[in-house]
């Protein structure tokens, strides 16, 4: 019978031939992935795989060449920059949870992250994004965007704040449930006490900031929440929500290849901060900061 996506402490001590004291100790100890459900311990089995194949001793677990893309989420910036840097890294930007997979699977070099965590009131945490069990796990700084309301130039429905999604008849634009401002919006919604269900959504989500932003250009949304240089740049209003933290995630090895040097190197180039500036909704005041290393 296969194993369930997610063990007991007793099913993950089994699976791991460790006592239950064992894995409670680790548990404390912040080595082993888990998560916590009403108190309850959770151990998600792929990534328990993975923390053991990071643990392989004589044996070049992760001898497979990884492909030298950046999956994530879409940020108009850094899809520029890596354009501009000659750092021949292909995009495959199918929003943040996309791009945490991929990272885990060896299917990506680096991933474009930014997913609020309502619980803690930050971003892109790694336990609680399952990437605890990655020991070389390095996140970087890319910027801090400016999320907020995006709306139709002239704003023919007076649209002032969030609550006003739920007027009747208010197109809503959206992403996919994994992209990282999924995350974002419904925290909103849960604050605000505004039931998703009443809300009239568009038809078919946006794959990208640019999307949501064109789909509210072309009048097939009438709001949407997203950064505001994608407002910029489709000549839309914006009224600002808050300031969130984009991040890129890799293996400490895979900061030194030559293909993020490149990129590192350019974003720190006076033509880089201009770009930034005319895009506007950027503070890279903190950009290559090591924000998290395992």
């Excluded at 001590?13 to 004291?21: C, I, Q, V, W």
């Excluded at 194949?53 to 850094?78: R, Y």
């Amino acid at each position: 019978m296969p194993l369930p996506a997610y063990l007991t402490t007793a099913e993950a001590a089994e699976y791991l031939r460790l006592k239950e004291r064992k894995v409670y100790d680790l548990v404390s100890q912040g080595v082993i992935p888990c998560v916590r459900v009403t108190g309850k311990l959770l151990f998600p089995r792929q990534r328990i795989d993975l923390w053991l194949m990071n643990h392989l001793e004589g044996d070049d677990a992760v001898s497979s060449p990884i492909p030298p893309v950046l999956a994530g989420s879409q940020d108009p910036l850094l899809e520029w920059a890596l354009k501009e840097s000659n750092a021949e890294l292909a995009l495959l930007c199918q929003g943040s949870g996309d791009g945490v997979q991929r990272l885990v699977d060896g299917r990506a070099m680096l991933a474009g992250m930014h997913i609020w965590h309502a619980d803690s009131q930050n971003y892109n945490d790694p336990d609680t994004l399952g990437l605890s069990g990655m020991r070389d796990l390095v996140l970087i700084r890319w910027a801090k965007r400016q999320q907020g309301l995006l709306l139709a130039t002239d704003n023919p429905h007076g649209l002032e704040r969030l609550g006003d999604i739920a007027r009747p008849g208010i197109r809503v634009a959206h992403r996919q449930p994994d992209a990282g401002v999924s995350h974002l919006l419904q925290s909103l919604l849960t604050q605000h006490r505004i039931d998703a269900r009443q809300l009239t959504w568009a038809p078919h989500p946006s794959l990208s900031e640019d999307d949501l932003a064109l789909a509210i250009r072309q009048g097939e949304a009438d709001i949407g929440i997203g950064i505001e240089a994608a407002a910029r740049r489709q000549g839309l209003a914006f009224i600002p929500l808050q300031q969130e933290h984009f991040d890129l995630a890799m293996r400490r090895r895979h900061y030194f290849e030559s293909a993020i040097q490149h990129l590192l190197a350019f974003a720190r180039s006076a033509r880089f901060r201009q770009r930034a500036e005319t895009l506007g909704g950027y503070d890279i005041s903190e950009l290559g900061k090591v924000v998290y290393n395992a």
